[in-house]
């Protein structure tokens, strides 16, 4: 069973907000680099050399330490953690680098999942 890494820097929250900020190294950090646009693979899923897609999509997210988001490793927070909006984004994120690297007939099937380990 995944856990949720708990690693949260909190200073006082202010205009009603709590801020805080997620270590680099935390699966939910997101880079400044990292865009919904990018592409992870070079050459999309079409249907054809799945395996050599999936290990490239493999490497890619473990590259970028969102693997665990996939694996089980780190669960989905409950809506109440303050770790459910970094979840959220990060989850979109991974499921935009999906949708991204496969064919348009592949993404109608797979876009109106939830979470990406759905995808």
Known sequence: ???V???VNSPS???GFASFSLDPSHPFYIHPSNNPGSQLVSVPFSGCGFMLWRNSMLN???AKNKLSLLDGRVNQPTPDSPY???WERCNDMVKASITNSVSRE?????MYFKTA???
């Open 1 to 3: 069973m995944g856990t």
């Open 5 to 7: 890494i708990d690693d």
């Open 13 to 15: 929250p202010s205009n």
């Open 60 to 62: 890619s997210l473990s």
């Open 84 to 86: 459910y909006p970094c």
């Open 106 to 110: 592949i993404v109608v099937s797979v």
């Open 117 to 119: 380990k759905e995808v």
